[in-house]
């Protein structure tokens, strides 16, 4: 099983990430079940020690994931670092051929969309009619009513 690591520079939450070049490649085996998603490996780092520090990002080709990647202790040339799997990126070529329904957008707004949450603007719009008297149907004789409404609270 192979682990490659890397120096990259992109945001976290890009889709898209510039690796670059890697700074070591190794060879090694699992000794103990790991968690896929959040492995912690031990390396030798004797030919990358005097940057083990600037590792931030791994590939383990075995789990076909990519992983954030914070350094946490040297004792030597021995490295202990703890992954967390990156989903974007791991799974960006899905993600690029998936059609989405957004729910919530803070960029997207349209009176035509109905989100629960987002803030109504009420128009308040209010008529006076004067009326001289009751209008009366003149085929039938029935008098007609208009009602009128104040408020607004049901």
Not at 30 to 59: H, M, T
Not at 119 to 135: F, S
Request: proline share 5%; hydrophobic share 35%; net charge positive.
């Amino acid at each position: 099983m192979n682990i490659i690591l890397y120096n990259q520079k992109s945001d976290r939450k890009a889709l898209e990430k510039n690796l670059g070049d890697p700074i070591a490649t190794l060879s090694c085996e699992l000794r103990d079940p790991q968690e896929v998603l959040r492995p912690e490996i031990i390396v030798d780092a004797s030919g990358f020690i005097d940057n083990w520090k600037s590792v931030n990002y791994a590939r383990i080709n075995h789990f076909g994931r990519y992983y954030f990647v914070e350094p946490m202790t040297q004792t030597g040339k021995i490295v202990k670092y703890r992954l967390t799997v990156d989903p974007l990126y791991s799974y960006a070529e899905g993600l690029k051929n998936t059609f989405f329904a957004i729910a919530r957008s803070a960029a997207f707004n349209s009176e035509w969309y109905i989100d629960a949450e987002r803030p109504i603007q009420a128009n308040h719009m209010i008529y006076k009619v004067k009326l001289g008297r009751i209008p009366e149907d003149q085929s039938s004789g029935a008098k007609n009513y208009v009602l009128t409404v104040a408020g607004g609270n049901s």
